[in-house]
């Protein structure tokens, strides 16, 4: 099965682009495509001062359900082609582990970053940006790999704007751990960083990977679309409690560069090398 998700097909190979531009530099510099934006997401909730302060002091929900791609991989050979267009090391990589990929040409000219989940024996989630995923395709089709992919699209290149195979949430910030715990009802699972479980929220199994920003651990969670509002619902009903603010695009896309310097560090023992 291969299933690459576009919603329109282009003309021309990137070739034919690149002569027609006279150059790849002036292709890519005078391009129209405008900037990446975020459908689905209002660029504010409230404003961006309170949601910039709820990523430092409180708890915040962000929706990235909408403005990445993902790339279902899988077979017998989904590991082999990741380890051969990689650059990183896989010593120790095993399911429920997570991190990033960052997929490079033979001459080690590096192609991208992708976040990689490994979800089950042979079962892998790409989730990035569409030229690292269309660089992996590409290499499984020209190496002969014995894997099947599906790519699901970003909402802004979708016929149907919305609707797509999962969400994607975050829970960030210094209270998000005992938020997590008051939506299960009991303490937060002790994993470890990039590494990954599966809990139950609202009664509906949802994929969790120990993530963390601003210097404060946190989660990322994931599951089919059709449980996201439900799930949504439970984290927002628990949150009142916790200073919880859901986040627009504006916030989400400074908060790495309004990060507190006070914050401790992560202990050694929770640290990732690639």
Not at 80 to 87: A, I, K, P, Y
Not at 96 to 119: Q, R, T
Not at 202 to 211: D, K, T
Not at 243 to 272: H, I, Q, W
């Amino acid at each position: 099965m291969i299933d690459t998700g576009r919603a329109h097909v282009a003309t021309g190979t990137l070739q034919d682009k690149i002569d027609a531009a006279d150059g790849v530099v002036d292709m890519l510099r005078n391009a129209q495509v405008g900037p990446n934006v975020y459908p689905g997401v209002p660029p504010e909730f409230t404003n961006w001062r309170d949601e910039q302060w709820a990523w430092q002091n409180a708890c915040v929900l962000f929706d990235l359900s909408y403005h990445m791609v993902d790339l279902a991989l899988e077979g017998p050979e989904a590991l082999n082609l990741l380890t051969t267009v990689g650059f990183n090391s896989f010593q120790g990589f095993e399911a429920d582990n997570a991190k990033h990929l960052a997929p490079c040409s033979p001459d080690g000219h590096v192609i991208g970053d992708v976040i990689l989940f490994y979800l089950a024996p042979e079962k892998f989630n790409l989730v990035g940006r569409v030229p690292s995923l269309n660089w992996i395709m590409y290499q499984a089709e020209q190496g002969g790999f014995d894997v099947s992919y599906e790519m699901d699209q970003r909402t802004a290149l979708r016929e149907d704007k919305t609707r797509r195979k999962s969400y994607r949430l975050q829970l960030q910030g210094p209270n998000a751990l005992a938020l997590v715990g008051e939506v299960l009802g009991s303490p937060p699972p002790e994993v470890r960083f990039f590494n990954m479980t599966t809990v139950d929220i609202a009664g509906i199994h949802v994929r969790a990977l120990r993530h963390g920003m601003v210097g404060q651990p946190g989660f990322e969670l994931f599951g089919p679309w059709e449980d996201k509002e439900q799930v949504v619902g439970a984290i927002l009903a628990a949150g009142k409690d916790f200073g919880l603010r859901r986040v627009g695009s504006r916030a989400y896309s400074s908060n790495t560069l309004e990060r507190a310097g006070s914050r401790p560090p992560y202990p050694p023992s929770t640290r990732v090398t690639i």
